[in-house]
């Protein structure tokens, strides 16, 4: 009885150093902009060579794609590096007759943009947002550290 008391107050009281941090890993090697706690996530993917960036609608765990209703996502970059001035991108919904994803029923969305041409990082705010039911108005966004607490 006492051994089962003093396990009970082991794993209770002791901390949790050396357990392995929740962590998400993106499956298109970009980065990962959370919305909500965890309710889904935005993967971006800068092809800085050609200014296309491209966005992957994840689930919480950023394994399985959530397909969007809506036709298109809004971006306002407001600080880039190198520094320049503010500007919007509107990334939109990608149709794919492999997946049967079409604008409306789309987990990827894109945009070509010269703004983006170069850049290495860049900070912004999500346009309005909504991902199963939920609405996001205007997450903030770090490209490429994610916006995820660091």
């Keep these: 009885m006492i051994k089962a008391i003093l396990l009970l107050l082991a794993t209770t009281v002791l901390p949790t150093a050396g357990l392995p941090a929740h962590e998400h890993h993106p499956p298109h090697h970009g980065s990962l902009q959370v919305f909500g706690e965890d309710a889904a996530h935005l993967e971006l993917v800068l092809d800085a060579k050609t200014g296309r960036l491209t966005a992957y609608a994840l689930d919480g765990e950023a394994e399985e794609y959530i397909r ?3 036709p298109s996502i809004r971006i306002r970059v407001l600080k880039s590096d190198p520094a ?18 079409k604008v409306g029923d789309s987990a990827e969305f ?14 912004g705010r999500f346009g309005p947002v909504s991902i199963r039911g939920l609405r996001f108005g205007s997450n903030l966004l770090d490209y490429p550290l994610g916006n995820e607490e660091h």
């Design 68 to 70: 969007l209703a809506q």
């Design 84 to 101: 320049g001035k503010p500007f919007s991108l509107t990334l939109r919904a990608v149709a794919n007759v492999l997946t049967g994803e």
């Design 110 to 123: 894109e945009t070509v943009s010269p703004h983006l041409r170069g850049l290495k990082s860049f900070e």
